[in-house]
């Protein structure tokens, strides 16, 4: 049984970074796909970030290059490294895994994924 566990998530001052941390036990496999996902109160969760088996990376539009994915296989961790936070990024982080690869098309779809974390709370306050 996969299971997820993330870490990092705090509150910040807008402008600020946060790193999120997604560590992975139970049968793990480095072909993997893995995502990070955000859903803020009110909201329906979306899909942030991917990293999909064969290495492939899609970001959310809405991003604009502040957010950062990777993973280190040999210590079973996924990242998301967010910097320039806004009060819009306010939200519940939700780490995803699924086995096999992705395509980039469908790489942000929730319904791709088998396995998730409880999340970790980020607020950005301005």
């Known amino acids: 049984q996969v299971q997820l566990v993330e870490s990092g998530g705090g509150s910040v001052q807008a402008g600020g970074s946060l790193t999120l941390s997604c560590t992975i036990s139970?049968?793990?496999?480095?072909?993997?796909?893995m995502g990070w996902f955000r859903q803020a109160p009110g909201q329906e969760r979306e899909g942030v970030a991917s990293?999909?088996?064969?290495?492939?990376?899609r970001y959310a539009d809405s991003l604009e290059g502040r957010f950062t994915i990777s993973k280190d296989n040999a210590k079973n961790t996924l990242f998301l490294q967010m910097t320039s936070l806004k009060p819009e990024d306010t939200a519940k982080y939700f780490c995803?895994?699924?086995?096999?690869?992705?395509?980039?098309?469908?790489?942000?779809?929730?319904?791709?994924?088998?396995?998730w974390g409880q999340g970790t709370q980020v607020t950005v306050s301005s």
């Open positions: 139970g049968s793990s496999h480095p072909s993997y796909s």
């Open positions: 990293i999909s088996g064969n290495g492939g990376i």
């Open positions: 995803a895994a699924t086995g096999g690869w992705l395509l980039a098309r469908s790489a942000l779809r929730e319904d791709q994924y088998n396995y």
